[in-house]
């Protein structure tokens, strides 16, 4: 949709639902996996945490992005603010972050598409061709461009919406409370990469603004409740999740942890419930195809406008190949990459791209280029440093993990 078209038909309620459907996805499949060990309690505090940091962050980057009177992306922000050093850092940690989330969504649909066809037919199927069918697909949506992708991705949001709802309604007569006893909060830290990435919509935000015809206080309302609603239902599904499946034994988290896959794989086996089980196996499909559309049609546009790439026949086929062939080439080499790829795109890209930079931006917009605009986040430099710091020791609990194996 052109921006003036957005400006027009621009509200509040409209923005929540922008902001929230970009949050909800495949993220939801790893969450429950990687909160398990911590227990209910100590994840609902890390969400709460994840959430406040998420949407702090994303305020500020609309306070940055106020600052512009045209229409400006994160990278452009970054290089006004922060010079060339800015636009660098901002450039390879967008394409980091893709690339790790495209090759989550890309392991993942393939292990449900392989999983699919060998139900029908009875015979098995290799992972690698799941992700070879999905990427073809897919590719091929994205080359015909925004309006396919568009339509496409709103059957799959119905279906989304409506498994999610079904899965709730069928699964919460099954819930064990006696399994919310479990906590160990000595690891619960470890949860905030996949929780934060999670909660990731800020590469919206100039959208956004554009769509609000820059009005910030329907821009605040917008951010906050539109992170809140993802915040709600991921409260509820891990509710579901972590009260049906305990955490030891053959079908518990333990299990599925070391395999690397997702929540409804465990909900399979633990669940005996028919239905459960198929709508959970709907309700994962549409989750990471969902977010694999949204994702990989924004990675093109980006390509394109970095590379400057024409987005004629050519120019498609070479910025698909570009989206699509690395994450495919990744999750041949390594099939349950799902769970670690969520990992390294929160705790590396998503923390530096959309916590690092907007706290770094504000502080040279606010204290040495002086650009007179109000304040919409409270604190001064403070906060911002608070922000930083909280960003930095997230990747570095990462990295400790990553070298204590």
């Known amino acids: 949709m052109e921006s003036n078209n957005l400006s027009r038909a621009g509200s509040v309620p409209g923005a929540i639902l922008l902001i929230a459907g970009c949050c909800i996805g495949a993220g939801m499949l790893g969450l429950p996996v990687m909160s398990a060990l911590a227990g209910f309690k100590p ?42 050093t800015g636009k660098v850092v901002g450039w390879l940690c967008f394409i980091f972050l893709f690339y790790a989330l495209g090759v989550a969504y890309v392991a993942g649909s393939g292990d449900l598409i392989a999983a699919f066809v060998s139900k029908i037919t009875g015979h ?8 070879l069918i999905v990427s073809v697909l897919f590719g091929g949506f994205v080359y015909l461009g925004t309006y396919s992708v568009d339509l496409f991705n709103r059957l799959l949001m119905i279906g989304l919406a409506a498994s999610y709802v079904l899965l709730v309604v069928l699964g919460a007569p099954h819930v064990d409370t006696s399994y919310f006893q479990h906590r160990d909060w ?7 990469p996949v929780m934060i990435i999670s909660f990731g919509f800020h590469n919206m935000v100039p959208s956004l603004t554009t769509y609000l015809k820059g009005d910030a206080k329907r821009l605040r309302l917008a951010i906050i409740c539109g992170s809140a609603l993802p915040l709600i239902i991921y409260v509820i599904w891990e509710w579901l999740i972590l009260g049906l499946v305990p955490v030891q034994g053959r079908t518990g988290f333990l299990q599925i942890l070391e395999e690397g896959n997702m929540a409804t794989d465990i909900l399979k086996r633990a669940v005996g419930n028919l239905w459960v089980v198929e709508i959970t196996e709907y309700f994962a499909f549409f989750a990471i195809l969902t977010s694999f559309l949204g994702n990989s049609l924004s990675f093109v546009d980006f390509l394109a406008d970095g590379l400057q790439i024409k987005k004629n026949a050519l120019g498609k086929l070479r910025l698909c190949l570009l989206v699509i062939l690395p994450p495919f080439v990744l999750a041949l080499i390594y099939p349950n990459i799902f769970l670690m790829a969520l990992n390294y795109a ?34 001064g430099k403070v906060v911002l440093v608070v922000i930083i710091c909280f960003a930095l020791g997230v990747m570095a609990m990462q990295l400790f993990e990553e070298f204590s194996k």
């Open 43 to 84: 994840s609902l505090a890390m969400f709460a945490i994840s959430w406040l940091f998420m949407v702090t962050t994303a305020l500020l980057l609309l306070e940055v992005n106020l600052w512009f009177s045209d229409e400006v992306s994160i990278i452009s922000m970054a290089d006004r603010t922060l010079g060339m």
């Open 124 to 131: 098995p199927l290799p992972k690698w061709i799941g992700s």
């Open 186 to 192: 000595s690891v619960a830290a470890m949860l905030l």
């Open 346 to 379: 929160g705790a590396f890209g998503a923390v530096i791209l959309f916590g690092v930079l907007p706290a770094l931006m504000a502080w040279s917009g606010r204290y040495y280029k002086k650009f007179q605009q109000p304040t919409i986040v409270p604190g």
